[in-house]
């Protein structure tokens, strides 16, 4: 047999007619034998019946081709589909002419019906034409006889009339063309396509069930059981698959059918003790075009649930291992922040060192420790972070380093990997560093020097290749000479350091923050339409505040903006706004804030103005600025926010 491409078998078509239409067939079916394999039965209804069901039980076919009433008989006693030729304007036309050419007494013989569109084309066109329409052979051949009594010479009709008018001693002529053959061919191959498509998916579903760990059984309006794969029967342990057609009830009595039939909603969740042990039940109904035909019922067992919720929690997990900020996630509008940003590249792209990110609450040091990390050769590795001022000194130490079997009451059987192994290739983001306890530190300072680390209980070695970025709030330097911090470990994380400038020196990202973020949170409530009033209201408090808690209180102050603006139903009003920004007027002290030995003398305050023209000589530098006043940053900037 030819083959399609992708060794896919052409279809196979059986052309049948008992008349001469298979004369047509014949003349039509050499053009299609790149697409179809066509075999002509000269065959009539029982006849070709008989031929139909003995070719069958061989080589079965796809689709029929058929015409008139033999087709019509074909559709309601055979399983194929079949593709019916039919009668188009051009048949006529042509048929029409043929016999106009052997008589001017002609008539037209039609199956059922004469179509209004010949009868209004018979009329215009003033032809003699006779119309009649017959649905057995016999009224065929009496309309025949009548013809012949009343002087037809010709008739026009399908095959079978054709045929008849012969034996009555008229002209047939056979109202097919070779185009309405090509076109039901091309029907009958389209057929062919889309029946063998469905049958691929019907096989693919039956696969995908059969492969299911779930139980799914399916059933009919009546509750009869009409599909269910195996895990049904291992669940439910009774044979339902031999149960095809008999109701849910005497097949499984104690599965509960519920009202998914009789209400059509959904029961989802429920427990149902079947064979002793405990199954969820989900209960759905089946819809075609809008009408239910049915239910799905799909059984989970508590042990396939229980281990679906441990691998999503692992998933959890290891989804936490992953840095998901980038380094141009980073506002960066002032020339201070980009100088970081532009820092963080380069330490990223040609360094493995360790870094020290240095910067007050808030100001972003793990979303810069993730942006290196993104931007390094390690970012296909994991990005683990910790909070080391979160944990007790032993839960810290098992906690990096992790542990073996028996290390301790209440380990796990097994012993647990560290954080330093499941960073292993990646990074490990030490926050709040300057918490780390003393004996830690020391620990830690070995795991660097060696690159190995040793989990609590055990005496062998692990070999480690992480790189640690570290961040802190504290001053290190300081805590180094009260002995609170251990020097030579000071010194190896202090290799690169990135010092974040706080957000009160940095007035444009100030800016760029709020612009961004407000219509954003705004939008999250339904809001967005008041974003430019409320914009024009908050931004100059925005400005002049000195956000003591950084990025992460002017997020605060805007989540607290949107409640107010919720609360009144539009946007917020004048005399609430310093609501948001009173928490720097209640900021405790810092418990590392040590106080100068011996008092300074006060430097003379410039004017406004010249702190202003000294900014604008130094292009916006505020640090450049503040280091030609002789002052520190935030000096700086209280000068140009306070009235002179």
């Known amino acids: 047999m030819s083959q399609l491409s992708g060794n896919e078998p052409l279809p196979v078509i059986w052309a049948i007619s008992g008349h001469r239409l298979t004369d047509v067939f014949r003349q039509v079916a050499p053009e299609m034998e790149d697409r179809a394999s066509i075999s002509i039965i000269h065959r009539g209804y029982e006849s070709a019946l008989a031929e139909i069901e003995r070719r069958g039980e061989r080589h079965p076919c796809d689709v029929i081709v058929a015409s008139g009433s033999h087709g019509a008989f074909l559709r309601r006693n055979v399983s194929y589909p079949v593709a019916l030729v039919k009668v188009g304007g051009s048949d006529l036309l042509a048929a029409l002419c043929k016999a106009r ?338 004996p830690l530190q020391t620990r830690l300072l070995r795991a660097l020097q060696e690159k190995e680390i040793m989990r609590v209980g055990s005496v062998d070695p692990l070999p480690v290749d992480v790189r640690v970025v570290a961040a802190t709030h504290r001053d290190l330097a300081a805590m180094v000479g009260t002995g609170r911090f251990r020097e030579d470990l000071f010194y190896r994380l202090n290799i690169l350091r990135v010092d974040v400038p706080p957000l009160r020196e940095r007035p444009q990202d100030i800016e760029v923050l709020v612009r961004n973020r407000v219509p954003a949170a705004l939008a999250r409530i339904g809001l967005e339409a008041l974003s430019v009033e409320v914009l024009a209201a908050v931004l100059p408090s925005m400005r002049r505040y000195a956000w003591p808690g950084n990025v992460r209180e002017l997020e605060n102050a805007i989540e607290r903006l949107t409640m107010i603006c919720l609360a009144n139903g539009g946007a917020i009003r004048p005399a609430e706004i310093n609501d948001l920004l009173d928490a720097a007027a209640h900021r405790p002290r810092r418990p590392d804030a040590v106080a100068p030995a011996t008092p300074r003398r006060r430097r003379p305050r410039p004017s406004r103005e010249d702190a202003e023209r000294t900014l604008a000589d130094c292009h916006g530098d505020h640090q450049e600025a503040a280091r030609r006043l002789g002052v520190s940053r935030t000096t700086l900037w209280r000068w140009l926010t306070q009235a002179a």
């Open 101 to 438: 050419q052997l008589s001017d007494r002609i008539a037209i013989l039609m199956l059922k019906r004469i179509p209004p569109e010949l009868k209004r084309f018979a009329s215009l066109f003033s032809l003699p034409l006779v119309l009649r329409a017959y649905e057995t052979a016999e009224e065929a051949r009496h309309c025949l006889r009548q013809l012949a009594s009343d002087g037809i010479q010709v008739v026009v009709g399908p095959g079978q009339v054709a045929d008849l008018a012969d034996e009555a001693g008229l002209t047939g002529v056979l109202v097919y063309s070779a185009e309405s053959v090509r076109v039901a061919f091309d029907d009958a191959i389209e057929m062919a396509a889309a029946q063998r498509a469905e049958k691929s998916r019907r096989t693919q579903l039956d696969s995908i069930l059969y492969h299911l760990g779930d139980g799914v059984v399916a059933l009919d309006m009546a509750g009869r059981v009409v599909m269910a794969n195996p895990a049904a029967e291992q669940l439910t342990g009774r044979p339902v698959r031999n149960a095809l057609g008999r109701s849910l009830g005497d097949v499984l009595p104690a599965l509960q059918l519920g009202q998914v039939i009789t209400r059509g909603a959904p029961e989802l969740g429920a427990v149902q003790e079947l064979a002793g042990k405990s199954i969820v039940v989900d209960r759905v109904p089946l819809f075609d075009e809008g009408k239910q035909t049915g239910a799905v019922l799909t059984l989970h067992g508590s042990n396939r649930l229980e281990l679906a919720v441990s691998k999503l929690r692992a998933h959890t997990h290891r989804r936490s291992q992953v840095a998901r900020y980038q380094l141009d996630d980073v506002v960066s509008a002032s020339p201070a922040m980009q100088r970081v940003i532009a820092q963080c590249k380069v330490f990223a792209q040609h360094s493995d060192a360790g870094i020290l990110i240095h910067g007050e609450s808030g100001t972003g040091k793990e979303l810069l420790a993730q942006g290196i990390h993104n931007a390094s050769r390690r970012a296909r590795h994991p990005f683990i972070a910790t909070n080391c001022g979160a944990f007790t000194e032993t839960l810290l130490e098992s906690e990096l380093f992790g542990y073996d079997e028996g290390a301790f009451t209440g380990a796990r059987k097994q012993g647990k990997a560290g954080l330093f192994e499941a960073a292993n290739g990646g990074t490990l983001f030490l926050d709040e560093i300057g918490e780390m306890p003393l």
